[in-house]
Nanobody, 123 residues
Framework: QVQLVESGGGLVQPGGSLRLSCAAS????????MGWYRQAPGRQRELVAG???????KYADSVKGRFTISRDNGKTTVYLQMNSLKPEDTAVYYC?????????????????WGQGTQVTVSS
């Protein structure tokens, strides 16, 4: 069973920083891409940042220059370093992974979500 476990959310003042982590575990044989999405109250879930196995990254325009996505050497953990946080960054942040795993002895490629972690930027 594949699990994505997030950590690092919390309350921070405007201009502050937070670092989110997401660790993937389970019968994983390949991770093709990992990323972060966020959803604010009354809004649709949106892509914040993504990183492929090949090292390509993508950022929402609203976070470029402030947020940095990275993955560990084993590539099963993804981080989101968030600097210069603004009140409009307040949302639940979700980890996402496009990966292949073993299900009943068969290789299956699927998309998985973490449980979400709250980030609140407020003075």
């Amino acid at each position: 069973q594949v699990q994505l476990v997030e950590s690092g959310g919390g309350l921070v003042q405007p201009g502050g920083s937070l670092r989110l982590s997401c660790a993937a575990s389970g019968s994983i044989f390949s991770i093709y891409a990992m990323g972060w999405y966020r959803q604010a109250p009354g809004r649709q879930r949106e892509l914040v940042a993504g990183a492929t196995n090949g090292g390509r990254t993508k950022y929402a325009d609203s976070v470029k220059g402030r947020f940095t996505i990275s993955r560990d050497n084993g590539k099963t953990t993804v981080y989101l370093q968030m600097n210069s946080l603004k009140p409009e960054d307040t949302a639940v942040y979700y980890c996402n992974a496009d990966l292949g795993s073993l299900v009943s002895g068969m290789s299956v490629r699927n998309n998985y979500w973490g449980q979400g972690t709250q980030v609140t930027v407020s003075s």
